[in-house]
């Protein structure tokens, strides 16, 4: 090999080292919150409302700087926090993570909840690098007290929808709520839309419709239902996104470039949050710093 390969394989090497470092030391643990104006899907003309989307928590103890960040949040001037599922991050932690997002439903603020996979199931071992090649591997590990789970957030004022339809009332106005299980598991065993589909008496000035993983069909669902605003997590963004490139996995069926934020599916309002955490077995970010949304809405 010559000097000036050496030389290039030498740099290489070191820059993928610092490039691992960062993701690994810096970037997981750098926490933001994302604003965002979204108008149009509020009916009747009322406005704003303004709701706090989090999601992907995968808490473990030991990680009380997230838990730091999700308490910051409580003093935002929110009228509903969602939590779109992954709360937990392996067994024991269900006291942890409804914990974590107690002070977000303080002064009696109404808090929302779908499950993720990981709220049910513990993670699987499996190499790092799997999730880039691997992003379609399902896999369930030991179960989870997902009853635990949505006891102790139902004590914190959260309401979980597993399979239904809830309307509650915020500051900002009327909201009905449409959200099943996590699709993640079996994509192909999702509900019939009338399940989620607000009865006569629970119209709102927000139609929302929930669920952790944003299979397309699974958002088909949530649209055939009449929802016009769709909250979803479960992507990590990409969790690894190449600058110019962007998201290089999904995790699911959904299109790359809406793997991330705002985008429309069938004329709704999606918004897919990149999260705040990652499995165990991958805790690593790049060019996605994880996240928490303040959404703000308009008629």
């Given at each position: 090999?010559?000097?000036?390969?050496?030389?290039?394989?030498?740099?290489?090497?070191?820059?993928?080292?610092?490039?691992?470092?960062?993701?690994?030391?810096?970037?997981?643990?750098?926490?933001?919150?994302?604003?965002?104006?979204?108008?149009?899907?509020?009916?009747?003309?009322?406005?704003p409302l303004r709701i706090l989307h989090v999601t992907d928590l995968h808490l473990l103890p030991g990680q009380a700087h997230r838990v730091a960040f999700l308490h910051d949040l409580a003093d935002l001037d929110h009228d509903l926090v969602v939590a779109t599922g992954d709360?937990?991050?392996?067994?024991?932690?269900?006291?942890?993570?409804?914990?974590?997002?107690?002070?977000?439903?303080?002064?009696g603020r109404p808090g929302l909840v779908v499950l993720g996979s990981n709220d049910m199931f513990g993670p699987v071992f499996k190499a790092p690098w799997s999730y880039l090649t691997q992003p379609d591997r399902r896999s369930r590990g030991v179960p989870l007290d997902t009853q635990r789970l949505v006891d102790r957030l139902h004590g914190y004022g959260y309401r979980t929808l597993r399979g239904e339809v809830l309307r509650v009332e915020t500051p900002g106005g009327s909201v009905a709520a449409g959200g099943f299980d996590d699709p993640h598991l079996d994509p192909t065993n999702l509900p019939s839309p009338a399940v989620v589909t607000p009865r006569p008496g629970q119209e709102?000035?927000?139609?929302?419709?929930?669920?952790?993983?944003?299979y397309l069909g699974a958002l088909d669902v949530l649209a055939d239902a009449g929802h016009d605003l769709l909250l979803a997590g479960h992507t990590h963004g990409g969790q690894v996104r190449l600058p110019g490139v962007g998201a290089l996995v999904a995790n699911c069926d959904l299109p790359l470039q809406q793997a991330r934020g705002l985008?429309?599916?069938?004329?709704?309002?999606?918004?897919?949050?990149?999260?705040?955490?990652?499995?165990?077995?991958?805790?690593?970010?790049?060019?996605?710093?994880p996240e928490a949304t303040l959404l703000e809405l308009t008629g």
């Open positions: 090999m010559s000097a000036t390969a050496r030389r290039a394989l030498l740099g290489a090497t070191v820059t993928g080292l610092g490039c691992v470092a960062y993701g690994t030391l810096v970037e997981r643990r750098w926490y933001r919150l994302s604003r965002l104006r979204v108008e149009g899907v509020l009916r009747g003309g009322r406005g709360l937990l991050g392996g067994p024991d932690a269900e006291d942890l993570a409804a914990a974590a997002l107690a002070p977000l439903t303080s002064r709102a000035d927000l139609h929302l419709g929930l669920v952790h993983a944003p985008s429309t599916h069938r004329g709704r309002v999606l918004h897919v949050s990149a999260g705040l955490g990652h499995s165990p077995y991958a805790p690593f970010r790049f060019a996605c710093r």
